[in-house]
């Protein structure tokens, strides 16, 4: 029964009973109680705390509508923010791998610090990573804002569906400090038909794809990825909410100059609503 209809049917009940010349009261404490009134009282209270508890109900549904990305192998106080802007780290080295060795224990002292084992953020903020790799940085135009949602955690973690997926291209984006193995899926998200690109996967991840294969929520869809298989970064997700893919296949720009953050920022919806674990 909808709560409208039982506020109509409790409303009923008061009109009755106060337009009654009936009335039958009983002695309690000292006072006259009505026993009309205090039935009807008590319907009442008894409706707006099963409203409540419909809210809370409803409200824990609507979060838990996406199947969490890590499932049940990390507890939420495991899990924290990272920040990677240039007010936190700007890499020094002037290598692929210096990138690589600064990063990598930056996120090893983050780790420790926040007693984590797993970090997350990064979605369009600028960074000073990626000016060592020809792919990001050139004459012509530095990008450098980052358009994905990062989870860092250890390579070989298991990624699940937050919810169904349909597997619309995928490739191995090799070059330096690219996205390494990565999968493309189609999807509705938040009522809208859209496309959720997972990088820097294992090559296990795409091994026996194919475009079509669907995966329901809750099913592993893939893995991190080591340095070697993930384009030479310390492991982690990229993960980025796509609504056009402007016809690439297997690969989106993740990262964007500020020249393109208008179209970008519209075009890739921040996607950190999705649930990382149970909230244990």
């Known amino acids: ?75 939420s106080p495991e899990i924290h923010a990272i920040d990677l802007s240039p007010a936190s780290i700007v890499i ?29 953020g990064g979605y369009l903020e600028t960074r000073h990573l990626y000016q060592n790799s020809p792919h990001f940085s050139n004459p012509a135009k530095n990008r450098n804002i980052h358009l994905g ?34 999968i493309v899926f189609s999807c509705t998200l938040q009522d809208t038909h859209s496309y959720l690109l997972m990088g820097h996967l294992s090559l296990k991840s795409i091994e026996n794809l194919a475009v079509g294969q669907q995966f329901n929520a809750g099913e592993v869809v893939a893995q991190l990825g080591p340095k070697a298989e993930n384009g030479g970064w310390p492991p982690h997700l990229h993960l980025q909410w796509i609504l056009d893919m402007n016809g690439y296949e297997g690969d989106y720009p993740g990262v964007c100059s500020e020249d393109e953050i208008e179209y970008q920022s519209v075009n890739c919806p921040d996607p950190s609503f999705l649930p990382l674990s149970f909230t244990t």
């Not at 990138?99 to 970090?119: F, G, H, M, R, S």
Request: proline share 4%; net charge neutral.
């Open 1 to 75: 029964m909808g709560h409208e209809y039982v506020y109509k049917f409790i409303s009923q009940i008061w009109y009755s009973i106060n337009s009654s010349s009936y009335t039958h009261t009983v002695r309690c404490n000292n006072q006259n109680i009505n026993l009309q009134k205090l039935i009807c009282l008590l319907c009442v209270n008894s409706c707006y705390s099963w409203n409540k508890n419909l809210k809370y109900a409803n409200q824990s549904a609507t979060a838990m509508t996406y199947f969490p990305l890590l499932n049940k192998q990390f507890t």
């Open 149 to 182: 949602w990062d989870i860092w955690a250890p390579d070989f973690t298991d990624l699940y569906a937050p919810l169904p997926l349909i597997v619309h291209s995928f490739a191995y984006n090799d070059q330096i400090l690219d996205y390494g193995a990565t």
């Open 92 to 120: 020094r080295e002037s290598s692929p791998e210096g990138t690589y060795l600064q990063l990598n224990a930056y996120i090893n002292e983050q780790l420790i610090n926040k007693n984590a084992k797993v970090l997350f």
